[in-house]
């Protein structure tokens, strides 16, 4: 939300400069995001008059122009602009003026013809994007006046970020009521005189839904068909980010950014018989102001005719009822509808207005008169017409006078608080936010506001004090209370510990959003059912992710994008896995370890060649971290297919038989599908399974020297390496204190499908030295073993 210094003084006087003004108002709650001047620095331009305007005699595009700044002086001023003409009040730069950008304007002689100085544009001056044309300034601007002064260009814009329980804050008079109650402790009432008939005409309105509770409209005749609105206006839309449309639409957004309070106009030749707030029907299609057709269904609230619908409401208005350069009678429409009326609508067709926002989070349904007698003043002013009566239609549920009253007890503001507030404290700051306060035995009680839609129980009321009171105001205490020791269970490795392991490895941390794009996690889990959001907050966020690997694969995508070429990350968080079990699905939240890594093996030095990241390297990294559990060796990598893993690079990892995991390198398609420029390999654990510590056990460090036996056997490709260490093992009776695999070649010499292992036994007895006779017969048995179960042979050469 944009506000403008000058706007929010209109208000409330403002002692405080914008700095403090912007530093005030985060302290409030209301959080200042950016503050930024309106124009860029410049000096040296005046409001000047066109004398005389005549075509160059010796360029076809230019045009002699004489202009005085004082009345009294002529300068001729060269200027390519097609809408310079005599009598237009200007912004001339003086010979000597410096604007945006270091631009200095000097003499200059331009075709033979003498310049002093130029006529600005919008954009030479840094307040706006137009260029094609000159600056057209208001004819009652006096002649010599600084145009920093004439145009306000001191100006500030605040940009203020209000929490979505704030919907009072989504406008400049709810910013200015806000801080007034913070600084001034005065309850702040927005005035406005009603303008008097010219007419009696009204339109037919029935309201068929509790969710639009009040609609007020007023029929304007004879308005100025293509009538501009006035500079200040525009330049004030501007400022707030609002592009000038037509006066009609101008004085619409200008009203809302002031008030709140969202209105729309129709052209009332273009209406049918009366107007009808109802559901959409099913199928119900509907083009809206951005040309596009949308189909609804029965959530929607929409604004008809008798032709149909006419505009979705409180989101946007439809094109068949717009005003055109033709419109000569308006409606204005200035209506309330509930946060249930909106919430979600415009997320579901891809939509994004100002006026859905200020729905959704709540507006006061007391508003709307004073909004349409506002919008009648400036619209009168700016295009003409005869304003006919205020029409104040309202549904079965209407909002009554008598509005809640909120308890506050003097003891829970001090429990709550940590320390007392003094009465009159208290009272002047509910009277802040409240037109009517009464004291009870206990404290008080305050009667809400209709704009206070966050106010509801006792704690918001204490909220209240604490914030407008400040924060920095609740003095420092120390906290008394019961220590309570935390439990550590062995049977378990502590996330802290996972997270240290990763980051030895090389990994960086991230933490992703647990809803993912749709889209993104069907081309990843085509088969798996997944779980979606009744309201997201956007349409690429409405389901629940299966896996960490969108977020790694996101985040992974934008690193190398960024110049980033090796990138290692993890993140653990949970997944939301829906398995359907006798016709009803159930939802499994699972606590999950997963990572991705891509680019080289190890960062860019000169003591070896770069190499590019494997299989093999990314399983030492998910080893490494398993070791933790004490019980690296019941772990198992077996071959295996996931559609999102490349076929002969993906495995599935067990631990104890029971599956914890995957691991493998990219599906080409994927790394096509997503854009990404090189491929990655992606692991994933469970951490409750993967992670479950095994018990300590004292082993006494044996005395006695071990003995090293090497062997080379040639086995079938298809052998893992988990089933021939479990094999030699068995066959090691206890001896084998480590097993080595030292290398694996294939080549000349070893059959097609095979490949041949260099073991490497150590043994080793706690209770005696070995001979090589015992040597002998461990590799004896381990040798007879291999053959006879992996029809493994021992190789010679």
């Not at 809408?83 to 003026?97: E, H």
């Not at 110049?563 to 006798?582: H, Y």
């Not at 041949?756 to 001979?771: E, V, Y």
Request: hydrophobic letters at 40%; proline letters at 5%; glycine letters at 6%.
């Amino acid at each position: 939300m944009k506000v403008t210094y000058r706007w929010l003084k209109e208000f409330t006087p403002l002692s405080a400069s914008p700095e403090e003004l912007a530093a005030q108002l985060t302290m409030a709650g209301l959080e200042v995001e950016s503050l930024h001047p309106v124009a860029p620095p410049f000096s040296g331009v005046v409001v000047g008059e066109v004398l005389d305007a005549k075509s160059h005699p010796d360029a076809e595009k230019l045009i002699l122009c004489q202009v005085t700044t004082d009345g009294t002086n002529r300068l001729q001023i060269v200027c390519g602009a097609k809408n310079v003409r005599a009598g237009l009040k200007v912004a001339v730069a003086m010979v000597g003026a410096r604007l945006p950008n270091e631009v200095l304007i000097k003499r200059a002689t331009l075709r033979g013809q003498e310049s002093n100085g130029m006529l600005c544009s919008a954009r030479e001056l840094g307040l706006g994007d137009e260029h094609d044309g000159i600056m057209e300034l208001a004819d009652a601007l006096p002649l010599n006046q600084n145009v920093r002064d004439a145009l306000d260009l001191d100006d500030c814009v605040l940009d203020v970020n209000a929490t979505p329980n704030r919907g009072d804050c989504m406008s400049v008079f709810g910013i200015a009521r806000d801080y007034s109650a913070a600084k001034e402790r005065r309850y702040l009432e927005y005035q406005v005189a009603p303008i008097a008939r010219g007419h009696d005409a009204v339109f037919p309105v029935s309201l068929e839904s509790p969710l639009c509770p009040v609609f007020v409209s007023r029929i304007i005749r004879g308005v100025r068909p293509n009538a501009q609105s006035p500079e200040w206006l525009r330049e004030r839309l501007r400022r707030v980010g609002i592009n000038s449309i037509s006066a009609i639409v101008d004085v619409t957004n200008y009203v809302m950014t002031e008030l709140g309070q969202p209105l729309h106009a129709y052209d009332v030749a273009k209406l049918t018989q009366g107007i009808a707030v109802r559901t959409a029907t099913p199928q119900e299609r509907i083009t809206l102001l951005d040309d596009k057709e949308y189909a609804l269904d029965p959530e929607f609230l929409v604004i008809a005719d008798a032709s149909g619908a006419i505009g979705l409401a409180g989101i946007m208005g439809g094109r068949r009822t717009a005003i055109s350069d033709s419109t000569t009678d308006v409606l204005l429409e200035s209506a309330h509808f509930t946060p249930e009326a909106v919430a979600g609508r415009a997320r579901r067709l891809g939509l994004f207005t100002d006026a859905a926002q200020r729905f959704e989070r709540g507006v006061d349904p007391g508003l709307a008169a004073k909004a349409i007698e506002r919008a009648t003043a400036l619209l009168t002013a700016c295009v003409g017409g005869a304003p006919g009566p205020v029409q104040v239609t309202r549904g079965v549920k209407a909002p009554q006078g008598d509005a809640q009253w909120v308890p506050l007890r003097r003891e829970r503001v001090t429990r709550i608080l940590g320390a007392p507030v003094p009465d009159d404290e208290v009272r002047a700051v509910l009277g802040a936010i409240s037109d009517r306060i009464e004291t009870t035995a206990d404290g008080w009680r305050a009667h809400r506001p209709s704009h206070r839609f966050d106010i509801q129980i006792e704690a918001d009321l204490i909220e209240e004090v604490a914030r407008l009171r400040g924060f920095d105001s609740i003095p420092e205490v120390h906290a008394v209370a019961q220590q309570i020791a935390g439990t550590a269970s062995e049977g378990q490795v502590s996330n802290d510990r996972v997270l240290t392991a990763m980051a030895d490895r090389g990994y960086r941390e991230i933490i992703s959003y647990a809803f993912v794009d749709p889209l993104m996690q069907q081309q990843l889990f085509p088969d798996t059912v997944t779980l979606k959001l009744a309201n997201p907050i956007s349409a690429d966020l409405s389901e629940m992710r299966v896996s960490l690997w969108p977020g790694l694969i996101n985040a992974c995508r934008e690193n190398l994008r960024r110049q980033q070429t090796r990138v290692r990350l993890f993140e653990i968080g949970n997944t939301f896995n829906v398995s359907e079990s006798a016709g009803t699905h159930e939802l499994q939240e699972i606590e999950t370890l997963a990572g991705i890594a891509t680019g080289t093996r190890w960062p860019q030095q000169w003591g070896s060649p770069s190499e590019p990241v494997d299989f093999f390297d990314v399983k030492a990294d998910v080893l490494e971290a398993l070791t933790l559990t004490g019980d690296v060796s019941s772990v198992r990598f077996e071959p295996d297919s996931l559609s999102i893993l490349r076929p002969g690079r993906a495995a599935r990892i067990s631990r104890d038989g029971k599956p914890i995991g995957w691991i493998g390198e990219i599906h080409p398609q994927v790394v096509k599908a997503l854009y990404l420029p090189t491929t990655a390999f992606l692991f994933e654990l469970e951490m409750q399974l993967a992670f479950r510590a095994k018990s300590l056990l004292f082993n006494k460090i044996s005395k006695y020297p071990s003995v090293r036996r090497d062997l080379a056997i040639v086995i079938d490709e298809s052998v893992p390496l988990a089933v021939l260490q479990e094999n030699v093992t068995v066959s090691a009776s206890g001896l084998l204190s480590e097993l080595r695999v030292f290398d694996v070649y294939r080549g000349p010499s070893i059959e097609t499908g095979r490949k041949s292992i260099a073991l490497g036994l150590i043994l080793q007895d706690s209770s005696r030295t070995l001979t090589d006779i015992d040597a002998d017969a461990v590799v004896t048995a381990v040798a007879t073993r291999l053959r006879d179960v992996l029809s493994a042979t021992i190789r010679d050469q």
